[in-house]
């Protein structure tokens, strides 16, 4: 039997407990000395957790046939049915208490009971508001008080794991009646539930038959679609179990092989632990050896280079003192040369400007002597024309033109004087050409021996220009002698360098053959490890790729959400459950409506792009991200099209 109280709690047991409260470190409230665990509507419960309120109105629609129910009480914050609460009140009982302190179990944190050797025991209450965050202390003495205790303690235990928690003892005080009667009232009230269950199927039953006569034809279509189903379902779990076994067999022959070769590569390892330890003490004794004979061969080769830099310097020395005393001996001669060509060049140019200024003043008096002549010739022309009176130029006018009508006499005469007249003007003309003809000859040969001259000079100078350059070319062969001789030198030397830094090359090659060997080694060793690496990587998506049942697949997805809080648990391709392919809500011919329904829920929840970022984003490999990001946009788009076909 259950008791209520006049603010509709609702009793399932008590236990006489003494309890204080303390909040931020200071006492509140006055000590109670009876606790008592109530059923109260889940409307009650404030959201922020912290004391629940003894005269708020009890919610319409409220019950208590949850309350011994484990899948239901527990809940606690959210949703309908009822909530379990402790309610510590005054030693008159739960039906006599006018005030006292309630608390949701669920919103009881950091149970504390390694004090109850020494006679208490605390509890913390989590909460928002101004009443969250209390701190409760209860007093145990020795007898039945520690037995109400360690009762108490497992109730609340019981409670808060989701187990049925077993029924305390009665109490006279609160009015709560022994079990036995409260089991058989209990069993009553399931008898009649039961009785009131069976007529509401009876009556299902026969609404469900008079339904069926209608249904006839949509049934045997719906049953024919789904024999259909089932062959294909078959079919395809004939198809699965084959790949399952195929996978299993690959699974084992995989398994066999990474236990194989994870032998061979500790064997390898092993050996490349030998090998690197013997080819290190090798190497530190060799190179003891080196850098012992190095240090000797260093000490000769300084010595040895330090009494070749002194003679290459003296010689350099000498040489350089030599080469600037030639070069200022032939910079001396080449200015000399220089000088003495200059004034040649300069006495050769003057020379040559007199002539031409001379000849240049002869051919002007010539031209002068041939224009007076010219002029003399012109005057005693024009003297002659004034002697003879009759004619206006040197030769006379032409006689005037006979009449027409005048003898042939007289016509022979004109045409003789006409002839005559012409036969003197072609003297006179033929003279002024021979004196002119005779001007240009004595003018060529000027000009022709003035040519003669200049070859001649000309040819003086390119022989004196040879007889330099020749100078110049034996010079220059003494020059390049001397430098052939400080290049076969120099050549020398460099000989001997380069025979020393072979030397230190064939040195320096044998090191790195064996630094080489050594990192050959690692490297092997390396590939080795990535091989492995590889096959279990290959083994766990296989080990991913095998079918599940819907169990598996929902524990899996239970453990992903609840661990959605850890970002230090990183989540590969394989880590995460994929449904199967082609039936991403993971149905069953034997689903009821209900349970499709509810996978669908299920999967929308999870696979959609958005909650699944929220749930898992922060974890995943950066490697498998953008692969399991397509596949879940693809899963989520399934998820939405098969919701039309539900």
Known sequence: MVVSSPVGFELLGCFNVSAEFERDGERIGQPKGHVAVVSIPRSRVPAGGGPISLTSPVGSGDSIEDANNPSAAPGGLDGGGTALALLFVTKAGFTKATSGTAFAINDMGRFRMKFINQGKFSFEVRGEGPGGNTLVLCSVSSGQVAHDVRSLAQFISDIKIGKAPGMPHKCVACGLKDTAELDKKRKQEEALKEKEAKRQRMEEEKKVRDEQKKRDKEEKEARQKQEKAMKELQKKLKETEKDRDDMNRIRETLSKELKERGE?????????????????????????????????????????????????????????????????????AREQQKAKEVEEMRKKLQEEEGKRMFEAMSHREEMAKMKAEVERAYQYQQQQQQQQGQQAD??????????????????????????????????????????????????????????RRRKAEEAKRSKAETARQKREEAMSAERRREEEERRHAQAEETRKREEERKRMEEVEKARRVQEEARRKAMAEESALAAKQKWLEDQLRLRQAAAPMTYEQYENRLRQIKNSAGSANVPLHFWDIPWPPEGNCLFLSPTDDPGLKKRKFKDALLFWHADKFVAFCGSRLVEDHKQVILKKVARLSQEVVEARNNL
Do not use: C, H, N
């Open 264 to 332: 061979i590569i500790r064997e390898l390892q092993q050996q490349v632990k030998e090998k690197v330890a013997a080819a290190a003490r090798e190497e530190a004794k060799r190179r003891e050896e080196e850098a012992r004979r190095v240090r000797e061969e260093s000490a000769a080769r300084e010595a040895e280079l330090r009494r070749a830099m002194e003679e290459e310097f003296r010689v350099k020395r000498d040489e350089e003192q030599r080469l600037r005393q030639a070069a200022d001996m032939q910079r001396w």
């Open 394 to 451: 040197s030769f006379g006018p032409p006689p005037p033109p006979p009449p027409k009508d005048v003898p042939a006499e007289v016509l022979a005469r004109y045409s003789s004087l006409l002839r005559d007249r012409e036969a003197r003007m072609r003297a006179a003309f033929a003279a002024m050409a021979g004196e002119i003809r005779r001007a240009e000859g004595e003018l060529k040969k000027k000009r022709t021996e003035e040519e």
